[in-house]
């Protein structure tokens, strides 16, 4: 077979395919999204033997995985850093329920922010649930993890955690492929109650869960993505977790001359980590995101020795990804002579496309409501129109997380803010904010909700909004007034009319809505260039 | 064989295109390849680029260490001025001079162009008008692929395979139009605005 060059998420879901995976669901998000496009596009979806659906929310993604290992199916859910905050309940509360079917859940975290809101470590996830974890340091580890992560859940009945980062995600490397193994058949869990999380019931599971943690201990220790490699400098061992590893490797020249641990899964692999710590006075602990395992070392106090140094002693940046560059420092390695940086570049942030919709939604509210503060507040969202807080349009007040817009407006609302406005997209609308909108409704709150609606999750790609061209009749049927929930086409040629209708809506003491609704103008051009027009066509 | 390459553009010019297919070049001829790319936010208009190396031995990391890169080859002459500390002391900058203006405080043209000159290995392609000449102006990322192949050390029959292969899926004309736009950057001149770059031949 030969080696193929594949990003670290296709090559982990090319893993999946090969381990027998099943059904595989997914809330798109950068940097995950290619995990569940490249088992949407595979033969094995296509063929039927795979089921694989984008899903409204990371918390729904993950129940549904839940419930194919239920019955018996490897199962997977794949999500961004912060959609396991969305996912966190299924997520800690699975690990006492246990898999049945092997239960892999993809996170792909995002270290330096390139495209989120903060740079949260899922490995700290794993303090909460108890819960093993695989960090593959390269692609092909990505490509063998999801056979080895199935093997671990099915034999101690736990879901797996495989945690990827943005560089190991997006990164293209050559690999080799396998052998394929067969799909499980349906089997129903032949001990049933342990998904019966009644208190009585959960307590025994959650004990068992804590006993087991000395097997999930063993395990790393055992297994093969743990690797303790002897060199002759012992001045200083290394600890380098995920990619970290051939960072040190790289800056290395290839051969490490110190004492290596390389750490790929979790628990901390007690035995090995012993075994480095006696040889070396001095430990480095290079870890993409979090001092995660720095920090289970240092203690409280700081131990005296072996001393343990990394992000939180200095020795390397406290926040953002990783370097070759920052791992050569921290080593003593002499920089390397390079050309001298050019003063000229000046910041090229993203913007939003011409011809965007969202550019005329940001046009129409900003004349609206004026300069802020007493122009009121725009609570805004999770997309591409978040890009309105920048110039030209500086539009939009606030991007917390996923639904937030609406909660928040309403909360202001209450607290004596007027006009308080919501601006999320359509997808964003039915990930997180429906259960908001209906506080508002049952609330009566003084809010205008205006979901930008291109009809696309545009950020991540283009994927299918979940509740395309559905969106009036779901407002309708939470509660709000039909006669405030408003329809407008977000285009430069209607933006008078618009100004209208966001000013009666604003001027309306209760919950509206109102969808400007335009395809994005991406997904649009993709479509058009696909299916060359016979006629007519979309005019937009 | 050991090559460290930044590829520097803008959103929406075809950036990962380039890169996927310099890898597949690589890849196809036994070559280990790392390749590391942005996706996301990043791409709406903002700065793109990817770290690309390749080798005979094992690669293990996927991003190229400062001072180490032998090439910058970039879509836009501002981002290719981005990238200049990971660029080894004889290592090469090639560049397309159509600057993408799409900031308010974009800087002077000529003083843009001017820092490249001053490279010592330079190579400067009005990307814009090669194409437009050789009628495939949409392909401006694959002339510049052909401006930078003599920095590649890749066979250009390889490169030619691998823009079969990325554009596969695209169809006859697609692929014909990429490959035409490769050999025009091969065989681009320099612009005649340009003061005297080194070029290796």
């Given at each position: 077979m030969p080696a193929r060059l594949l990003l670290g998420n296709e090559a982990l879901a090319q893993g999946a395919l090969d381990a027998g995976l099943s059904a595989a669901y997914a809330y798109p998000g950068t940097p995950s999204t290619e995990i569940t496009e490249y088992v949407l596009n595979s033969p094995d979806v296509a063929d039927g033997g795979v089921v694989s659906h984008w899903t409204a929310n990371e918390k729904t993604a993950l129940e549904a995985a839940l419930g194919a290992s239920y019955v018996g199916r490897r199962a997977m859910a794949s999500l961004k850093h912060v959609g396991l905050n969305v996912a966190a309940d299924p997520f800690v509360n699975s690990a006492i329920a246990g898999a049945n079917g092997g239960l892999i859940i993809n996170v792909a975290d995002d270290p330096s922010m390139h495209s989120s809101q903060n740079e949260q470590d899922s490995r700290v996830y794993l303090d909460l649930a108890l819960m093993p974890c695989i960090e593959p340091a390269d692609q092909q580890e990505a490509y063998e993890a999801p056979a080895h992560a199935f093997d671990l859940s099915e034999r101690r009945r736990v879901p797996v955690l495989i945690r990827l980062t943005t560089r190991l995600s997006h990164s293209r490397g050559t690999i080799t492929l396998g052998e394929k193994l067969p799909r499980n058949p349906f089997s129903l869990p032949d001990d049933p109650k342990r998904y019966v999380l009644l208190p009585a019931l959960a307590r025994q599971s959650y004990a068992r869960l804590v006993e087991r943690q000395a097997d999930f201990v063993r395990e790393s220790e055992e297994s093969r993505f743990n690797r303790y490699t002897d060199g002759p400098d012992r001045s200083v061992g290394i600890i380098a977790c995920g990619i970290a590893h051939g960072y040190v490797l790289d800056v290395a020249g290839g051969t490490c001359p110190h004492p290596l641990l390389k750490i790929?899964?979790?628990?901390?692999p007690k035995a090995l980590l012993e075994k480095i710590m006696q040889t070396c006075d001095r430990i480095l602990v290079f870890e993409e995101g979090f001092p995660y395992v720095e920090a289970k070392l240092r203690g409280l106090p700081a131990r005296s020795s072996p001393i343990v140094h990394g992000r939180l002693t200095g020795h390397?940046?406290?926040t953002g990804e990783l370097t070759p560059q920052a791992v050569a420092d921290a080593l003593g390695i002499n920089r390397l002579p390079a050309a001298e940086p050019s003063p000229i570049p000046v910041a090229r942030p993203p913007a939003l496309c011409p011809g965007c919709p969202h550019a005329s939604t940001c046009n129409a509210l900003s004349e609206v409501l004026g300069s802020r503060p007493k122009g009121g507040v725009v609570f805004s969202d999770i997309g591409c129109y978040t890009l309105g807080a920048l110039p030209p349009y500086e539009a939009i007040d606030t991007c917390v997380e996923m639904g937030a817009s609406i909660t928040m407006a309403k909360g202001a609302a209450a607290a004596g803010l007027h006009p308080a406005i919501a601006l999320i997209g359509d997808s964003t609308f039915t990930h997180s904010g429906l259960t908001g909108l209906l506080d508002c409704v049952n609330e009566n709150a003084d809010v205008t909700v205006v979901i930008a609606d291109n009809?696309?999750?545009?950020?991540?790609?283009?994927?299918?909004?979940?509740?395309e061209n559905r969106l009036a009749a779901i407002c309708a049927g939470l509660g709000v007034d039909c006669n405030h929930i408003r329809v407008i086409e977000p285009h430069p040629r209607n933006h008078a009319d618009n100004v209208t209708v966001f000013a009666e809506e604003v001027a309306y003491p209760g919950p509206s809505v109102i969808i400007a609704q335009r395809e994005c103008i991406q997904t649009a051009g993709r479509r058009a260039r696909r299916k060359p027009r016979q006629g007519g066509g979309d005019a937009r | 064989m050991n090559r460290n390459i930044i590829l520097a553009g803008v959103g929406g010019q075809g950036l990962l295109a380039l890169a996927a297919v310099i890898g597949e070049a690589a890849r196809a001829l036994g070559l280990n390849v790392r390749q590391a790319e942005v996706h996301g936010?990043?791409?709406?208009?903002g700065v793109v680029q990817s770290h690309l190396r390749y080798a005979e031995r094992s690669l293990h990391s996927n991003l190229v260490r400062v001072g180490t890169a032998d090439l910058v080859l970039a879509l836009e002459p501002m981002e290719a001025l981005r990238?200049?500390?990971?660029?080894?002391?004889?290592g090469a900058v090639v560049s397309n001079t159509v600057p993408l203006v799409n900031v308010p405080d974009y800087p002077e043209e000529k003083d843009v162009l001017g820092e490249i000159e001053k490279l010592e290995i330079n190579r400067l392609v009005d990307a814009g008008a090669v194409g437009k000449e050789g009628g495939a102006l949409q392909a401006g990322n694959m002339v510049m692929l052909g401006a930078g192949a003599p920095f590649l050390e890749l066979p250009h029959e390889a490169l030619i395979a691998g823009i079969e292969t990325v554009f596969s899926g695209k169809g006859a004309s697609i692929i014909e139009t990429n490959v035409r736009a490769f050999r025009l950057g091969l065989a681009a001149p320099r612009?005649?605005?340009?003061?005297q770059a080194s070029f290796p031949p």
């Amino acid at each position: 077979m030969p080696a193929r060059l594949l990003l670290g998420n296709e090559a982990l879901a090319q893993g999946a395919l090969d381990a027998g995976l099943s059904a595989a669901y997914a809330y798109p998000g950068t940097p995950s999204t290619e995990i569940t496009e490249y088992v949407l596009n595979s033969p094995d979806v296509a063929d039927g033997g795979v089921v694989s659906h984008w899903t409204a929310n990371e918390k729904t993604a993950l129940e549904a995985a839940l419930g194919a290992s239920y019955v018996g199916r490897r199962a997977m859910a794949s999500l961004k850093h912060v959609g396991l905050n969305v996912a966190a309940d299924p997520f800690v509360n699975s690990a006492i329920a246990g898999a049945n079917g092997g239960l892999i859940i993809n996170v792909a975290d995002d270290p330096s922010m390139h495209s989120s809101q903060n740079e949260q470590d899922s490995r700290v996830y794993l303090d909460l649930a108890l819960m093993p974890c695989i960090e593959p340091a390269d692609q092909q580890e990505a490509y063998e993890a999801p056979a080895h992560a199935f093997d671990l859940s099915e034999r101690r009945r736990v879901p797996v955690l495989i945690r990827l980062t943005t560089r190991l995600s997006h990164s293209r490397g050559t690999i080799t492929l396998g052998e394929k193994l067969p799909r499980n058949p349906f089997s129903l869990p032949d001990d049933p109650k342990r998904y019966v999380l009644l208190p009585a019931l959960a307590r025994q599971s959650y004990a068992r869960l804590v006993e087991r943690q000395a097997d999930f201990v063993r395990e790393s220790e055992e297994s093969r993505f743990n690797r303790y490699t002897d060199g002759p400098d012992r001045s200083v061992g290394i600890i380098a977790c995920g990619i970290a590893h051939g960072y040190v490797l790289d800056v290395a020249g290839g051969t490490c001359p110190h004492p290596l641990l390389k750490i790929g899964q979790y628990p901390i692999p007690k035995a090995l980590l012993e075994k480095i710590m006696q040889t070396c006075d001095r430990i480095l602990v290079f870890e993409e995101g979090f001092p995660y395992v720095e920090a289970k070392l240092r203690g409280l106090p700081a131990r005296s020795s072996p001393i343990v140094h990394g992000r939180l002693t200095g020795h390397l940046p406290r926040t953002g990804e990783l370097t070759p560059q920052a791992v050569a420092d921290a080593l003593g390695i002499n920089r390397l002579p390079a050309a001298e940086p050019s003063p000229i570049p000046v910041a090229r942030p993203p913007a939003l496309c011409p011809g965007c919709p969202h550019a005329s939604t940001c046009n129409a509210l900003s004349e609206v409501l004026g300069s802020r503060p007493k122009g009121g507040v725009v609570f805004s969202d999770i997309g591409c129109y978040t890009l309105g807080a920048l110039p030209p349009y500086e539009a939009i007040d606030t991007c917390v997380e996923m639904g937030a817009s609406i909660t928040m407006a309403k909360g202001a609302a209450a607290a004596g803010l007027h006009p308080a406005i919501a601006l999320i997209g359509d997808s964003t609308f039915t990930h997180s904010g429906l259960t908001g909108l209906l506080d508002c409704v049952n609330e009566n709150a003084d809010v205008t909700v205006v979901i930008a609606d291109n009809l696309t999750i545009a950020m991540t790609g283009g994927q299918p909004s979940s509740a395309e061209n559905r969106l009036a009749a779901i407002c309708a049927g939470l509660g709000v007034d039909c006669n405030h929930i408003r329809v407008i086409e977000p285009h430069p040629r209607n933006h008078a009319d618009n100004v209208t209708v966001f000013a009666e809506e604003v001027a309306y003491p209760g919950p509206s809505v109102i969808i400007a609704q335009r395809e994005c103008i991406q997904t649009a051009g993709r479509r058009a260039r696909r299916k060359p027009r016979q006629g007519g066509g979309d005019a937009r | 064989m050991n090559r460290n390459i930044i590829l520097a553009g803008v959103g929406g010019q075809g950036l990962l295109a380039l890169a996927a297919v310099i890898g597949e070049a690589a890849r196809a001829l036994g070559l280990n390849v790392r390749q590391a790319e942005v996706h996301g936010m990043a791409q709406r208009g903002g700065v793109v680029q990817s770290h690309l190396r390749y080798a005979e031995r094992s690669l293990h990391s996927n991003l190229v260490r400062v001072g180490t890169a032998d090439l910058v080859l970039a879509l836009e002459p501002m981002e290719a001025l981005r990238y200049l500390s990971y660029l080894s002391p004889t290592g090469a900058v090639v560049s397309n001079t159509v600057p993408l203006v799409n900031v308010p405080d974009y800087p002077e043209e000529k003083d843009v162009l001017g820092e490249i000159e001053k490279l010592e290995i330079n190579r400067l392609v009005d990307a814009g008008a090669v194409g437009k000449e050789g009628g495939a102006l949409q392909a401006g990322n694959m002339v510049m692929l052909g401006a930078g192949a003599p920095f590649l050390e890749l066979p250009h029959e390889a490169l030619i395979a691998g823009i079969e292969t990325v554009f596969s899926g695209k169809g006859a004309s697609i692929i014909e139009t990429n490959v035409r736009a490769f050999r025009l950057g091969l065989a681009a001149p320099r612009p005649t605005s340009t003061s005297q770059a080194s070029f290796p031949p």
